[in-house]
Antibody
Framework: EVQLVESAGGLVKPGGSLTLSCSASGFIFSDTWMSWVRQAPGKGLEWVGRIKNKTDDETTDYAAPVKGRFTISRDDSKNTLYLQMNSLKTEDTAIYYC??????????????????WGQGTMVTVSS | DIQMTQSPSSLSASVGDRVTITCRPSQTIRTYLNWYQQKPGKAPKFLIYGASRLQSGVPSRFSGSGFGTEFTLTISSLQPEDFATYYCQQTYIIPFTFGPGTKVDIK
């Protein structure tokens, strides 16, 4: 069974740091692009960023609100995805989801899809 | 960044109703449009990619259409388990952006 399990989040003070992990099983993690998506309480979904696989140089991309503060990395030997969050702000308070985000190839196009999601973990940034 | 809008923001419907949700990106995204369903307290569930391609295992009452700057998600006959919030997402250009969601509740 394909599964993604995020580590526990927590309460962090503004300006603080926290690293989330996402343990993957049931698929070839090393081949798969992965992403983080967050959802502030009562709000919609917000893409945070992604990391490609080693074949694609583990290239990362980030949303503007987190660029320079958040770092996505992966350890293929441990089947684990990470989200290191620094200089946290109150507006980073959200449920954070890790997702498998591979490309589906069809009719000459590569469609990036977020097809398996973790259960999510709550991060609260408050003094 | 591509801005995504959805309409309506919410709707009330009955079991058996046909429901249509519209998603409009601020610029063309060709067919790089995904749809997700989210129930309260749960992670989103992936429904449709490429604007109209149903993810394996998703019931055939769900369908998607559109190209460019206007897309629709249709539920042909609403079932009790379909009451949820639906999000569109463009994956044409980074940053990938989601629509604000459409909440479908029981009339």
């Amino acid at each position: 069974e394909v599964q993604l399990v995020e580590s526990a989040g927590g309460l962090v003070k503004p300006g603080g740091s926290l690293t989330l992990s996402c343990s993957a099983s049931g698929f070839i993690f090393s081949d798969t692009w992965m992403s983080w998506v967050r959802q502030a309480p009562g709000k919609g979904l917000e893409w945070v960023g992604r990391i490609k696989n080693k074949t694609d140089d583990e290239t990362t991309d980030y949303a503007a609100p987190v660029k320079g503060r958040f770092t996505i990395s992966r350890d293929d030997s441990k089947n684990t995805l990470y989200l290191q969050m620094n200089s946290l702000k109150t507006e980073d308070t959200a449920i954070y989801y890790c997702t498998m985000s591979p490309n589906y190839y069809e009719s000459g196009h590569y469609y990036n899809v977020f097809h398996i999601w973790g259960q999510g973990t709550m991060v609260t940034v408050s003094s | 960044d591509i801005q995504m809008t959805q309409s309506p923001s919410s709707l009330s419907a009955s079991v058996g109703d046909r429901v249509t949700i519209t998603c409009r990106p601020s610029q063309t995204i060709r067919t790089y449009l995904n749809w997700y369903q989210q129930k309260p307290g749960k992670a989103p569930k992936f429904l449709i990619y490429g604007a109209s391609r149903l993810q394996s295992g998703v019931p055939s009452r769900f369908s998607g259409s559109g190209f460019g700057t206007e897309f629709t998600l249709t539920i042909s006959s609403l079932q009790p388990e379909d009451f949820a919030t639906y999000y569109c997402q463009q994956t044409y250009i980074i940053p990938f952006t989601f629509g604000p969601g459409t909440k479908v509740d029981i009339k």
